[in-house]
T-cell receptor, first 113, second 116 residues
Framework: KAGVTQTPRYLIKTRGQQVTLSCSPISGHRSVSWYQQTPGQGLQFLFEYFSETQRNKGNFPGRFSGRQFSNSRSEMNVSTLELGDSALYLCASSLAGQGSSYTFGSGTRLTVV | AQSVAQPEDQVNVAEGNPLTVKCTYSVSGNPYLFWYVQYPNRGLQFLLK????DNLVKGSYGFEAEFNKSQTSFHLKKPSALVSDSALYFCAVRDAWGRGGQNFVFGPGTRLSVLP
């Protein structure tokens, strides 16, 4: 059974550019969540999608957006990149239900220069 | 709002000794509690969870955790540590009814170093 796949693994962008990250969940998982991980702030919740609808959103500026497709694959987009956006971006998928655990991808390491 | 505290940034233990990584939580309703482990340059891996039932939960790689409702704690334990257990450990909580959102709230993480 394939795990959660995130592409690309590494990315270097320049300030002001935009970036799109991709996440393919485990087959059958309809919930996809995104987290930003930095040494200073730890794991911060970005948003969750379920059946193509954003179900919950964290406290990030509007430059951070996402979407989910009918096959449950998800993308997140960051526009007008800032140096502080450098982080490991983690995608996690799960079955529906509060008792379900996440399965995480290996993440996309974004560096903004 | 949910929150998780992991009071120790770093835990050092000798190989073969028991280990404990501490976690306390705050949630308005009933908690669903989870432990995850992260190895360098990787995503988080699920270790175990408490949903309901027996307060002692057993998980992967010989880890277990004890849910204590009165102390709002969910400490991770292992009877005999291995060098390969060295990693970053995260405790996470979710409200059972989704109050405060569907998402997990993670603690800041505890770095476990097992010394040979």
């Amino acid at each position: 059974k394939a795990g959660v796949t995130q592409t690309p693994r590494y990315l270097i962008k320049t300030r002001g550019q935009q970036v799109t990250l991709s996440c393919s969940p485990i087959s059958g998982h309809r919930s996809v969540s995104w987290y930003q991980q930095t040494p200073g702030q730890g794991l911060q919740f970005l948003f969750e999608y379920f059946s193509e609808t954003q179900r919950n959103k964290g406290n990030f500026p509007g430059r951070f957006s996402g979407r989910q497709f009918s096959n449950s694959r998800s993308e997140m987009n960051v526009s007008t990149l800032e140096l502080g956006d450098s982080a490991l971006y983690l995608c996690a998928s799960s079955l529906a239900g509060q008792g379900s655990s996440y399965t995480f991808g290996s993440g996309t390491r974004l560096t903004v220069v | 709002a949910q929150s998780v505290a992991q009071p120790e940034d770093q835990v050092n233990v000798a190989e073969g000794n028991p280990l404990t990584v501490k976690c306390t939580y705050s949630v308005s309703g009933n908690p669903y509690l989870f432990w995850y482990v992260q190895y360098p340059n990787r995503g988080l891996q699920f270790l175990l969870k408490y949903i309901t039932g027996d307060n002692l939960v057993k998980g992967s790689y010989g880890f277990e955790a004890e849910f204590n409702k009165s102390q709002t704690s969910f400490h991770l334990k292992k009877p005999s540590a291995l060098v390969s257990d060295s990693a970053l450990y995260f405790c996470a909580v979710r409200d059972a009814w989704g109050r405060g959102g569907q998402n997990f709230v993670f603690g800041p993480g505890t770095r476990l170093s097992v010394l040979p």
